[in-house]
């Protein structure tokens, strides 16, 4: 059975950053016949609820950072990125949450360092390993558009 790995929000599980979750039904039964392996670095390396992060480019370089403290909070999500991956070397599919700043495969919000918006086309931070380890990946929705149950 091929595996993937999806953000566990997705599953129903409440690890938002308020605390909620993002129940995909129709997204499960998609995936039916693959091994699900959940997700979030963010509620695994800040604990949930937690201030909202955005996906912030300065001089090229995208980070995230917390929008309580205006720190820079890559760095535990790419580690726990690292390690996901190294324990999970035979994903097939990676399925992030939409606009995620950590999970978004093509759509987060990238701001610059004075909070404009630059695009909404951005990738987050776990989803941009799996892109480089050559995983397919896809955001949620549009994985779900791209499907449909028979």
Do not use: W
Not at 12 to 29: I, K, M, P, S, V
Not at 50 to 58: G, Q, S
Request: charged share 25%.
């Amino acid at each position: 059975m091929k595996k993937v790995a999806l953000s566990a929000c997705l599953l129903g599980c409440t690890c938002r950053y308020d605390g909620d979750d993002n129940l995909n039904e129709n997204l499960l039964q998609l995936l039916a016949n693959y091994e699900i392996i959940p997700f979030c670095p963010e509620d695994h390396c800040f604990g949930t609820p937690r201030p909202t992060m955005d996906l912030i480019e300065n001089f090229n370089i995208i980070s995230a950072v917390s929008n309580e403290s205006n720190e820079d909070i890559s760095e535990p999500i790419r580690t726990y990125a690292k390690i996901f991956f190294k324990n999970n070397p035979d994903i097939a599919l990676f399925i992030g949450k939409d606009r995620s700043p950590s999970c978004a495969v093509r759509s987060g919000k990238v701001y610059d360092v004075e909070k404009k918006l630059l695009h909404k086309k951005g990738t987050g931070l776990m989803s941009e390993l799996a892109l480089e380890l050559g995983i397919e990946s896809y955001d949620a929705e549009v994985y779900e558009g791209m499907h449909t149950l028979k």
